[in-house]
C-alpha cells in the first residue's frame, strides 16, 4: 500500500500536495517524513507484526505516522480520540495495542492510560537512521479500525493490505494526473477517511486535511474543487450560509460533493444542485474497506452502481456484500465473524433493493425493524423519510416502545419559539398519521431542544 503510493508520487514529481492549516506539504517533504517514521518504528518494534495505536484529531502527522507503521511492517489501530480514559483502555486492552501516539501537547489527557502502555505525541516517533520498508503481503493485516454500529457494542475490524489497494488497481492511470483540491473532512479514526486521502493523492489530486471542526475555517480560505464529508456536515454548511457565516461565493470553486456514513437529509440534493454542484452518494461498511457502491451518475435516493471490484446481492430483502476489500475478521472474536461472514458474503443488515439500471438503494437496517405485538413489522426509516418533510424537525430517530411506534424528534431553534415549533410538529404528525396505515401510526413524540446522539460519523444512534 505504502510503496505503492510512494512511487506514483514520485513518478508525479515533486509538488504541492497536502494542505492543513497554514501548512503547505511537497511530496518530497511527505515521502521522507513517512520514511522517518517507518525508521523509527522498525527500530523500536523489529520483525514488525505489533499493533499500534493512534488516539489524535485529523492532521499531517497522523497521515504520515500511519503510513510509517505500515510501511515498518506493523499495524495501526484507529482509535477515536473523543473516548474517555475508561472506555479507550478497554478498547487498548480488546486490541492488544502495545503502545499509542496522540496529538502534540496532550500527554497529560492519557494519564491512566499511560499506566498501562507507553504513550508518545505523534511529533516524536521519528528517526533519521535510513531503512527500507517492509515489504506486506495481499493478506497482511495492515490497519484495525472498531466497527461503527448505530447499536450494540463496536467490534475490531482488521483490514488487509490488498482491500485498500483495489480502487487504485481498478481506476488508476498515472498517465491522466489529477488536478483537484480535495478537501476531505472526515474522522482519520474512520476508514472513509483514510481510503479518501490515500486516493486523492494516488490520483495526483491535492487534499485539504479537514475535519468537522475546522470545515468552514478551512472553506472560508481555500478553494476547494471537492468535499469528502458526511451528510451532517453538509447540512451545517447550508445552514452556516443561511446565517451569512460563510457566503456561495466562498464555494464557488466546488464543482462535487461527495458523501457517506449516513443517508442524505431530504432536501439536500436540490440545494446542492441549486449552487451548480455534483453529487455522488458512497455506501460501504468498515468490513469491506472499501465503498461497495457509488459508481455511475448520482440517482436520487441511490447509492450509486455497484463498484467493478465489488460484488453485491440481495437476499430476502437483506444486502449481502463480497469482492476483495472483505476483512480478514473480527479480531479474537470468530464467533462474531461466523454471523456475518459466510460462504464468501458478508451480511451487512442493510435492507435495500437494486433497480434495472444497476443502482443499489438503501431501505433499512434489519435489526431495526419494529415488530410489534400483533406479528406487523414496521421499518423506522420509512417513517423517518416521512417525518423529514416537516421543515420544523432537524433530526428525528424512531423506534418501538411499549408496543407503540415511538419518535424522538430535534427541532433546531429559529426565529420562533420551541412551543411554537413543538405545536406544528405535533399537528404535522398529527395530519400524517391520518394518511398512514394504522400499524404504521406514531403513537408516541418526544420533542426534544437537544440534538440526537451520533456515532463518530454522524450517524443518528439507535439506541
Known amino acids: 500500500m505504502v510503496d505503492y503510493l510512494v512511487s506514483t508520487l514520485k513518478f508525479y514529481g515533486d509538488r504541492e500536495i497536502l494542505l492543513e492549516g497554514s501548512k503547505r506539504i511537497m511530496s518530497s517533504q511527505f515521502i521522507a517524513d513517512i520514511e522517518r517514521s517507518c525508521s523509527f518504528w522498525k527500530h523500536s518494534f523489529a520483525g514488525g507484526g505489533h499493533h499500534i495505536g493512534i488516539v489524535a484529531e485529523n492532521s499531517y502527522l497522523w497521515l504520515v505516522q500511519c503510513m510509517g507503521i505500515i510501511a515498518s511492517g506493523n499495524t495501526v489501530v484507529a482509535f477515536n480520540y473523543n473516548l474517555g480514559e475508561e472506555e479507550l483502555i478497554d478498547f487498548i486492552e480488546l486490541s492488544d495495542t502495545e503502545i499509542a501516539l496522540c496529538d502534540d501537547g496532550m500527554l497529560h489527557e492519557y494519564t491512566t492510560c499511560g499506566e498501562r502502555i507507553p504513550f508518545l ?34 467490534k475490531i475490524v482488521q483490514l488487509r493490505n490488498k482491500g485498500m489497494m483495489i480502487y487504485g488497481h481498478y481506476y488508476l492511470n498515472v498517465n491522466e494526473r489529477g488536478s483537484k483540491t480535495v478537501l476531505i473532512a472526515l474522522p482519520l479514526h474512520h476508514v472513509g477517511g483514510i481510503f479518501n486521502s490515500y486516493d ?60 457517506l456514513g449516513a443517508p442524505l437529509f431530504p432536501g439536500m440534493y436540490d440545494k446542492v444542485r441549486q449552487l451548480g454542484m455534483r453529487l455522488q452518494a458512497n455506501y460501504g461498511l468498515t468490513e469491506v474497506t472499501r465503498g461497495i457502491s457509488g459508481a455511475g451518475p448520482y440517482r436520487e435516493n441511490s447509492v ?157 444512534k439507535r439506541n
Open 121 to 154: 505525541e505523534l511529533s516524536q516517533a521519528f528517526c533519521e537512521i535510513p531503512v527500507s520498508f517492509t515489504k506486506r503481503s495481499e493478506d497482511d493485516v495492515i490497519m484495525m479500525y472498531f466497527s461503527s454500529g448505530t447499536s450494540g457494542k463496536s
Open 200 to 259: 486523492e493523492l494516488l490520483f495526483g489530486n491535492r487534499i485539504v486535511i479537514s475535519s468537522a471542526k475546522y470545515l468552514l475555517r478551512d472553506l472560508r480560505r481555500i478553494k476547494v474543487t471537492k468535499i469528502v464529508l458526511v451528510p451532517s456536515m453538509l447540512r451545517n454548511i447550508f445552514t452556516q450560509i443561511q446565517k451569512g457565516n460563510l457566503s456561495k461565493e466562498q464555494l464557488s470553486g466546488v464543482k462535487e460533493i461527495y458523501y
Open 304 to 460: 450509486g452502481r455497484v463498484e467493478p471490484y465489488a460484488k453485491v446481492k440481495i437476499e430476502e430483502g437483506e444486502i449481502l456484500a463480497g469482492g476483495e476489500g472483505m476483512m480478514l475478521g473480527y479480531y479474537r472474536n470468530p464467533v462474531e465473524t461466523n454471523k456475518v461472514c459466510q460462504n464468501g458474503w458478508l451480511h451487512t443488515g442493510d435492507m435495500g433493493r437494486m433497480d434495472e439500471d444497476g443502482y443499489l438503494y438503501i431501505t433499512g437496517r434489519k435489526k431495526n425493524i419494529i415488530i410489534l405485538a400483533n406479528g406487523d413489522n414496521v421499518s423506522p426509516e420509512e417513517l423517518e423519510d416521512k417525518l423529514y418533510g416537516c421543515p420544523f424537525i432537524s433530526e428525528c430517530r424512531v423506534y418501538g416502545s411499549d408496543d407503540k411506534i415511538t419518535a424522538e424528534i430535534y427541532t433546531c431553534p429559529d426565529e420562533r419559539k420551541f412551543e411554537e415549533r413543538k405545536s406544528q410538529i405535533e399537528n404535522y404528525i398529527k395530519k400524517l398519521n391520518t394518511a398512514l396505515p394504522t400499524m404504521k401510526r406514531i403513537g408516541q413524540i418526544y420533542i426534544k431542544e437537544s440534538e440526537l446522539s451520533k456515532t463518530a460519523m454522524g450517524k443518528i
